[in-house]
């Protein structure tokens, strides 16, 4: 028997990643979002699904960190996260990675449970580290270990000017390959318009691999001014007036916690990355 797949309200989404219901109004207005049940009529009520909610998520974050709505959505969709929010999604978790050994399987099990303690990423896990510099570069380890510069902001304008193609599947955490989970493109289910990317930037929707993103970095060279690296390896090597640091992997853990209405408890994370660091250093 096929499981039934969970869907949450607009409350108890707006609730767990604390964005306004107004705002949720607004980009469903703005065809940003499409509800998998519309709202309206008798007794019926919109309704999400988790990896719909896990975007509406991570919009929330770039609002919460100073990005108006409508840029914040768009940096979202710069964020090849088609393939990593698998790792977040309570019904994928429960029904493929039920015996999977491994932490970090570990940990995405712990996630979902009522008796779950050890549910916080680790600072290697994907989606750690997501960096803006001066407002204007965005830096996101998603696709692997090191911060890659993903998106230009052009403030003047109010558009962005994203490396990776959004209507292209990418590989983030290799659950789609993994476990054969469909290589779904979210932003194929929203509007055009809602993005501020120019048309000339979104040109093409064909798969690719890694190996040939690497030839993408060439058009999208000539937006970076020299002297700014497209990889962050050393933090403290960055040269910066100011620097907003979104820790994803913390907010889509907690999001997932609050949306199956979970407890959600912090602990000094300095202790679990220095032991991680020594496991490391170890190994």
Same mark, same amino acid.
């Given at each position: ?104 399987? !570990? ?72 476990? !054969?989970?469909? !290589? ?100």
């Amino acid at each position: 028997m096929e499981r039934k797949t969970e869907t949450y309200t607009d409350e108890q989404v707006t609730a767990a990643c604390g964005l306004h219901i107004d705002n949720l109004r607004r980009l469903i207005t703005w065809g940003a979002v499409t509800p998998v049940q519309s709202g309206g009529g008798r007794g019926r009520v919109r309704k999400w699904t988790a990896r719909q909610a896990l975007r509406i998520s991570v919009t929330a974050q770039f609002v919460e960190a100073g990005f108006s709505l409508q840029m914040g959505h768009t940096l979202t969709y710069c964020l090849p996260l088609d393939d990593l929010l698998y790792m977040y999604d309570p019904n994928v978790i429960s029904t493929y990675l039920r015996r999977k050994r491994g932490r970090e399987y !570990k940990r995405l099990r712990a996630m979902i449970s009522p008796a779950g303690g050890e549910y916080w990423p680790g600072r290697n896990s994907f989606g750690s580290h997501v960096f803006i510099v001066d407002r204007r570069y965005m830096y996101a380890d998603v696709l692997g270990d090191s911060s890659t510069l993903l998106a230009v902001i052009d403030p003047s304008q109010q558009r962005v000017v994203p490396w990776l193609n959004p209507y292209r599947f990418y590989w983030g955490g290799g659950m789609a390959d993994d476990f !054969k989970l469909p !290589k779904v493109v979210d932003a194929k289910q929203i509007a055009r318009s809602s993005l501020l990317i120019a048309d000339d930037l979104l040109h093409d929707n064909q798969e690719t691999s890694l190996d040939q993103i690497k030839n993408q970095l060439d058009p999208f060279q000539k937006h970076i001014p020299e002297g700014v690296d497209t990889q962050i390896n050393r933090l403290e090597r960055l040269v910066f007036k100011n620097l907003c640091m979104i820790n994803l992997a913390v907010g889509l853990t907690s999001f997932a916690r609050s949306l199956l209405g979970l407890p959600v408890k912090y602990h000094p994370f300095e202790v679990e990355y220095d032991e991680e660091y020594d496991e490391d250093s170890r190994a």
